[in-house]
C-alpha cells in the first residue's frame, strides 16, 4: 500500500509550509490526484484519517481530493483522448504511438488556514476560507481526520 508513504510525502511537505510560515493548525488540504496515479482513494482516506492524529498541528485537518482525467496524446495524428476509456492505442487513428499528458500527478493545490503568507512559495494555495472547496466543482471527495491528542 503505497498511499501510506504518500500520505506521509504530502504531511511532511505540509509541515514545511507550517513551520516556515509559523501555523498552528492546518484545517485542510486539498489534493489533485490523477486518475492512473495508482493511488485508490479510499485507502489514500483511511490513511490520511490514521495519520493526521500524529501531527499536533493537523489532529484534524480533513483531506479533500480532486480526481484528474487522464489525457493521453497520439504522436500520429495529433489528437487528445481519455486514456482510461480507449488505453494506449488511438481511437482516432489506431496508431500506438501515443503518450501520457496527464493523470498520474499527485499536487497539493490548497492548504486551508486564516492567515496571510504573500512571502510563502506556497502563498497560492494557502486559502482561508473552506467554502472555496466546498463550491470548487472539480473537488469529489473530502474526508475528515477526526483529531485527539499525540
Same mark, same amino acid.
Given at each position: ?7 506521509? %510525502?504530502?504531511? =511532511?511537505?505540509?509541515?514545511?509550509? &507550517?513551520? !516556515?510560515? *509559523?501555523?498552528? +493548525? ?16 479510499? %485507502?489514500?482516506? =483511511?490513511?490520511?484519517?490514521?495519520? &493526521?492524529? !500524529?501531527? *499536533?498541528?493537523? +489532529? ?91
Amino acid at each position: 500500500m503505497h498511499e501510506l508513504g504518500i500520505v506521509f %510525502y504530502i504531511i =511532511d511537505d505540509v509541515e514545511e509550509v &507550517v513551520e !516556515k510560515n *509559523e501555523l498552528t +493548525t492546518v484545517s485542510s488540504v486539498t489534493l489533485e490526484l490523477g486518475e492512473v496515479s495508482g493511488v485508490v482513494p479510499s %485507502y489514500l482516506d =483511511d490513511v490520511w484519517n490514521w495519520a &493526521v492524529k !500524529k501531527h *499536533e498541528c493537523m +489532529t484534524e485537518a480533513k483531506l479533500n481530493v480532486i480526481n484528474t482525467p487522464a489525457v493521453t496524446y497520439c504522436e500520429n495524428c495529433g489528437k487528445t483522448y481519455a486514456t482510461v476509456k480507449y488505453g494506449r492505442q488511438c481511437p482516432y487513428c489506431e496508431s500506438g504511438k501515443t503518450y501520457l499528458l496527464r493523470g498520474q500527478e499527485i499536487n497539493v493545490k490548497y492548504i486551508v488556514d486564516t492567515r496571510e503568507f504573500p512571502d510563502s512559495p506556497f502563498a497560492d494555495r494557502v486559502i482561508h476560507d473552506f467554502s472555496v472547496v466546498e463550491q470548487d466543482p472539480s473537488v469529489q471527495l473530502v474526508a475528515a481526520g477526526i483529531g485527539g491528542a499525540t
